[in-house]
């Protein structure tokens, strides 16, 4: 056994146990060193690299190559070590190969005596190791050829270490990697600021409960007389709600620019969701038309129901039809009402509705309407921050556990004008 050229303090010897526990050492200094904004592949070259280099000693380890999966098999990516121990070929490997179709298989395979390529020309004779990490179609291979004197035990810790750090590593970095995509997706379909519509007032604002929520919210002016707004909540989180939630603003802004019939445009919508490939395709929408007038036309697809509050009453915008997706033919109806001035329109999504407190019990629709109540004169901005507040102050300081969006439209008083303060 190898004692790795460290010394023990007294007489006592280099253990097994001991022995592991340096390698590990010097395993966890060089995972250390991963830069995990590198792509894949030179992520790999590197790090085997720096393996050899600090481990060739321990390992015995004579030359080590790189291989990365391309369309004719696994082509040569670097190798590290005495070239006169390896005398590699320029033809891929291809899993029809026995030793290759192993490591892949288990994803770490140590050989006695192996012919990877068939005529020993990858690899020179004697002992050889493979580690296989990723997954198709960007796997890669790491081939080790080995001299005799290192024990199996060792060997066989190190490369699965190396193995579960790199696929970890390698996890990470996609997760991190569709979190990016879908974060990007979801900022892009946000507006920053609602369109202007004179004699209304509108705010908005999603705070998702993860790094990526299911929420939006969308608006369209239509040459300054009306505008359009939406406000949605897929089901799922990450990639795959934005991507749904992409999906169906982008249906609804085209089906929209084409002046088709909102209803014609969910049932188009909802056949499309229906048939899509993901793994969120649910979704709850509420889209409508206002005008300058205070004439509101809507569909409400399976959404909380929007509240109209208009002196001491309350209408809720429920007429519609069921939730995008999971019907495969769906009919939609349209719904009316109109603004009077002074009239304020919230919509909002389950972050808000289904936000408990310590008893279990919901902020609901109840407590939407008492805020909204109690600051009917307040600015539409005001009013969705006394929501936010009232919600936030509700579930007593936790976290969201569902991503809240709210929406908020105000026509003005007939008396509005401009800095009177109404």
Known sequence: MMNNGVQNEGTVSTTPHHEAKLLYRKLDNLFVTLDPAQPQAQLLKSFLGHLYESLREALGLRAALLYGEGSDGFELKAQFGDPSDTRQGTTPLTEERAPLALILQHGVYLFPDVDVGGSRDVLASGRAAGVAV????????????????????????????????????????????????????????LMDEPPRLAGYELACRSIPAEEVGGDFYDFASFNGHSIGLAIGDASGKGLPAALLVRDVVTGLRMGLEKNLKMTHVFSKLNSVIHRSNLSSRFISVFYAELDREGDLIYVNAGHPAPLVFSGDTVVPLDRGGAIVGPLPETRYRRGYTYLEPAAVLVACTDGILERRNSAGEFFGEEGVMRVVKANMSASAGEILAAVYSAAEAFGEGGAWQDDATVVVVKRQPEDYSPGSGA
């Open 134 to 189: 990723g997954r198709r179609p960007r796997r890669h291979v790491m081939l080790f050829s080995i001299g005799d004197e290192i024990a199996h035990e060792e060997l066989d810790f190190t490369l699965n270490a190396v193995r579960a750090a790199l696929d970890a590593r390698l996890g990470d970095e996609r997760v991190q990697g569709h979190l990016r995509q879908a974060m990007e997706i979801q900022q892009s379909l």
